[in-house]
T-cell receptor, first 116, second 114 residues
Framework: AQTVTQSQPEMSVQEAETVTLSCTYD???????LFWYKQPPSRQMILVIR??????QNATENRFSVNFQKAAKSFSLKISDSQLGDAAMYFC?????????????FGKGTKLTVNP | ETGVTQTPRHLVMGMTNKKSLKCEQH?????MYWYKQSAKKPLELMFV???????ENNSVPSRFSPECPNSSHLFLHLHTLQPEDSALYLC?????????????FGDGTRLSIL
């Protein structure tokens, strides 16, 4: 079974600085999707960025980018020019392409604090 | 503003009560999901519906009973719950129940079992 590990329960960053959130996963599959979701205090889970495993190029979405290392099964999220609104729980998630059914496996999350 | 609306936002109930959680999506999606979010645990997928048919049931106890009358609405009927069922219950939807489709989440219902 696939597992997703976020080794940093909490992280903090100064406003305008850069922070990297770690995520590793375990799978025997070669094709899959990886996601980062953000859950602010309002609780609404929002998709931040998505990466297809077959793509070597790292996904980028404005100030958010990933460092996808397939061999190392690592999928870290880099937030550049951090803003106060980036403060949230961040969840890394894995989605298999096998089995025909939709199933997101989530990590336990990393709480990000942005200091002014 | 979310395209997925969940009601109620908070619910406190006794172990013998019967209540229902409601989820409505305004995105024209065909797939809907129930997740359970407990403190310090990963999000757990409970149920998946695709075009009103249940396609996944992740070994969820029978005291949780989902209902999907149409592709826009999803319910979670609760009865004789246990204290460990206290959690945030999140509803999500996606265009199709396929793996590359991003899921859109509601705000969740915070459930407390007395």
């Amino acid at each position: 079974a696939q597992t997703v590990t976020q080794s940093q329960p909490e992280m903090s960053v100064q406003e305008a600085e850069t922070v990297t959130l770690s995520c590793t996963y375990d799978t025997s599959e070669s094709d899959y999707y990886l996601f980062w979701y953000k859950q602010p205090p309002s609780r609404q889970m929002i998709l931040v960025i998505r990466q297809e495993a077959y793509k070597q190029q790292n996904a980028t979405e404005n100030r958010f980018s990933v460092n996808f290392q397939k061999a190392a099964k690592s999928f870290s999220l880099k937030i550049s020019d951090s803003q106060l609104g980036d403060a949230a729980m961040y969840f890394c998630a894995y989605s298999s392409l096998a089995g025909g059914s939709e199933k997101l496996v989530f990590g336990k999350g990393t709480k990000l604090t942005v200091n002014p | 503003e979310t395209g997925v609306t969940q009601t109620p936002r908070h619910l406190v109930m006794g172990m013998t009560n019967k209540k229902s959680l409601k989820c409505e999506q305004h995105l024209g999606h065909n797939a809907m999901y129930w997740y359970k979010q407990s403190a310090k645990k990963p999000l757990e997928l409970m149920f998946v519906y695709s075009l009103e048919e249940r396609v996944e049931n992740n070994s969820v106890p029978s005291r949780f009973s989902p209902e999907c009358p149409n592709s826009s609405h999803l319910f979670l009927h609760l009865h004789t719950l246990q204290p460990e069922d206290s959690a945030l219950y999140l509803c999500a939807s996606s265009q199709e129940a396929s793996n590359h489709q991003p899921q859109h989440f509601g705000d969740g219902t915070r459930l407390s079992i007395l």
